[in-house]
């Protein structure tokens, strides 16, 4: 069974997506506030992080911050009611696998939370190159390879979704400051760093080849 930590602060939707994911089979705890979700996933192993960002003491950005400088690659998804492309953006550069905006329906989390918990199993591999879809290690030739979280993430986005492209827009959720400009500079740099070619498909996005 899987295991979930669930950061909410509002009981009542908590006590709803408990009793939902329980009865999936998911086994979850809950956090009150960020301070609280901090010292469980020090204490516990997580197969996937549920995190709110508006909650007390601290927020749910910097605390899967805190998690990803602290080598936590736990999948995480944020569900927030915040919806504007500032907050969306600030999420998957802080590391979220996924954002999922409030209210939702509890079927589509669970969808979400399937796909994330069965990817744990696999690893994706792009010629000599092999991420760990857990750690979000890549190595290459089984050298460990560091090229920085945006990089990273825009490596990985393009590796899974090789041989389609991936679209403009979901790149630009992945850049701390998202221009068209600052997309171009950071899929250059991420050639020359990986030695890989990139293509720009017209109207649509980028391919890795």
């Known amino acids: 069974?899987?295991?979930i930590l669930l950061l909410e602060d509002d009981p009542s939707l908590s006590d709803t997506l408990i009793k939902y994911l329980?009865?999936?089979n998911y086994e979850v705890e809950w956090a009150k506030n960020g301070e609280e979700a901090l010292d469980m996933s020090y204490h516990n192993r997580y197969d996937l992080y549920l995190f709110d960002i508006n909650?007390?003491?601290?927020?749910?950005i910097d605390l899967l911050s805190a998690?990803?400088?602290?080598?936590?690659?736990?999948?995480?998804?944020?569900?927030?009611?915040l919806v504007d492309i500032g907050s969306v953006s600030k999420g998957f550069i802080a590391g979220a696998d996924d954002y999922l905006k409030k209210p939702f329906d509890p079927e589509e989390l669970l969808i979400r939370i399937k796909a994330k918990t069965s990817a744990l199993k696999e690893k994706l591999t792009y010629k000599a190159f092999e991420i760990d879809l857990q750690t979000q290690h890549i190595t290459n030739e089984g050298k460990h390879i560091s090229i920085g979280d945006v990089l990273r993430n825009i490596f990985i986005a393009l590796v899974k979704n090789q041989p389609n492209p991936v679209t403009k827009d979901e790149l630009l959720l992945l850049l701390e400051h998202p221009t068209d400009l600052a997309l171009r500079v950071?899929?250059?740099?991420l050639k020359k760093a990986l030695d890989i070619e990139i293509r720009n498909v017209r109207g649509v996005g980028y391919q890795i080849i």
């Open 67 to 81: 998690l990803r400088e602290a080598n936590d690659f736990t999948p995480t998804i944020i569900i927030s009611a």
């Open 22 to 24: 329980n009865y999936n």
């Open 1 to 3: 069974m899987s295991k």
């Open 55 to 60: 909650v007390p003491l601290l927020n749910g």
């Open 186 to 189: 950071n899929i250059s740099k």
